[in-house]
T-cell receptor
Framework: DTGVSQNPRHKITKRGQNVTFRCDPI?????LYWYRQTLGQGPEFLTY????????KSRLLSDRFSAERPKGSFSTLEIQRTEQGDSAMYLC?????????????FGEGSWLTVV | AQSVTQPDIHITVSEGASLELRCNYS??????LFWYVQSPGQGLQLLLK??????LVQGIKGFEAEFKRSQSSFNLRKPSVHWSDAAEYFC?????????????FGRGTSLIVHP
């Protein structure tokens, strides 16, 4: 059973460095989401892809953040010039189509600590 | 815009006692509703979902939830809590076919289980 896979699971970086997270969705899921979660909060939406098209971006996604999904398969989330406020867990999720395809399934998350 | 309110930040119960976690939503149409559970440092696991039909839905780990349209609520229940149920619980609304595909999460309720 291949669920949503994220790596790295943990990343510690110095302020100002760039980091990249990768997400491999469930096979054949055409929708992919990135969320951010800080301690004591629920997941906050960052961006959404349908196939390779990035259809929605949250205002939380500053210009230091960029996400891609080449060929509609895996996705990457890059954070440039990291700041301490970027420390959070970055969650990837995917979903398929159809009436029962609207459930989204989450990965284990990628923890980012900016020091 | 859709929104979810989980009015209880923390809930403490004794092992073996019954549990009810509250969730109220705001959504302009018939919602798709979900409950997820998150253990410390982990991603979110789907407990149950409501799309249509029977308003009482059964999920994994002995959980159930009831959709009450008149109260805009989707409360999660369990008749007898186990120590392993201690975790963070998130209610979510959406995505909905034909509308926004971006689920919105509540801030979560932390469940503490006393032996």
């Amino acid at each position: 059973d291949t669920g949503v896979s994220q790596n790295p699971r943990h990343k510690i970086t110095k302020r100002g460095q760039n980091v990249t997270f990768r997400c491999d969705p469930i096979s054949e899921h055409n929708r992919l989401y990135w969320y951010r979660q800080t301690l004591g909060q629920g997941p906050e939406f960052l961006t959404y892809f349908q196939n390779e098209a990035q259809l929605e971006k949250s205002r939380l996604l500053s210009d230091r953040f960029s996400a891609e999904r080449p060929k509609g398969s895996f996705s990457t989330l890059e954070i440039q010039r990291t700041e301490q406020g970027d420390s959070a867990m970055y969650l990837c999720a995917s979903s398929g189509q159809g009436s029962f395809g609207n459930t989204i399934y989450f990965g284990e998350g990628s923890w980012l600590t900016v020091v | 815009a859709q929104s979810v309110t989980q009015p209880d930040i923390h809930i403490t119960v004794s092992e073996g006692a019954s549990l009810e976690l509250r969730c109220n939503y705001s959504y302009g149409a018939t919602p798709y509703l979900f409950w997820y559970v998150q253990s410390p440092g982990q991603g979110l696991q789907l407990l149950l979902k409501y799309f249509s039909g029977d308003t009482l839905v059964q999920g994994i780990k002995g959980f159930e939830a009831e959709f009450k349209r008149s109260q805009s609520s989707f409360n999660l229940r369990k008749p007898s809590v186990h120590w392993s149920d201690a975790a963070e619980y998130f209610c979510a609304v959406g995505p909905a076919s034909g509308g926004s595909y971006i689920p919105t999460f509540g801030r979560g309720t932390s469940l503490i289980v006393h032996p």
